[in-house]
């Protein structure tokens, strides 16, 4: 049976922000990007993250790569705590530990070639490698990311995008690492390069026993690439459990939104706006909210004529015993 390699527990991670017209000035205000979010993943699987931009899930990738300071909570790789280490503290984990960054132009260096781009992370893993090995490592990494040999010599801008995102890929390999944080690593591509993308991911989760992180707004692609998916709104997990089960039969009413509004299928539309296009005043009352972060948006919290539990207390995430977790004081299929 597969062990834990990572358990994250009420984490949270709050940004100070002043609302004034000059910098530095103003009332302060503290915006919960992640709000005690908790989950694990086996080694070997794959935890597909999905929400609106703005909820939190790059957020929380970046803090268990340690990029960010956390709040509170407890972040645990292989049963050690890493949450809010020093750099030097988190060097020994960086290497097991690596991310697959969303931006394809800015986590490559423009002025330097394909070899020497994946070179230099050889050389970082490894510093006492022999220079014959380390030309024969860097081969290796770009026939394992199906790229050819003779695209060592070309630079980024030179390369697809797809190309792109597998020289980045291989960065990532060339350190060995266990575990992967994959922020939206389809983003920019046409569906064909995509799907392209998906199948490398996890012939390489097969080959090298690889655990993911797959964070991405896209339900229907989560679904394909994971074991189990979460679903955020505004930093708080929503929903949980099997990829297939989410995606196919979600229990939350904004778990069904969000597939509907990705498939095309007329399930419902959010209210008082669309936060992933930046409605502050929607995330602004639905923080400031005692009750449930979701209802001013919520059809069947309209549909039960706003019933006093929305308003008034948190739905926890609950299992009902089939380990599909939900945050719902009326979910769906209930």
Known sequence: MAETILEVTDLKKHFVVRKGILPGMGEKQHIPAVDGVSFSIKEGETLGLVGESGCGKTTTGKAIMGLNDITSGSIKFNGNEIANLSAREFKPYRKDIQ??????????NPKMQIGDLVKEAVVVHDPKLPKEQVQQRVLELLDLVNLKKSQINNYPTELSGGEKRRVGLARTLAMEPKFIVADEP??????????????????????????FLFISHDLPLVELVSHNVGVMYLGKMVEMGPSRNVAQQPRHPYTSILWASIVGEDNGSLKEGNASRGDWGVYEHDRRNTGCKFASRCPVYAEKNQPTECRSSKPVLTDPGDGHLVACHFPLGS
């Open 186 to 211: 389809t983003s920019a591509l046409d569906v064909s390069i995509q799907a392209q993308v998906v199948n490398l991911l996890r012939d390489l989760q097969d080959k090298l026993g690889l655990t």
């Open 99 to 108: 991310m697959i960054f969303q931006d394809l132009d800015a986590a490559l």
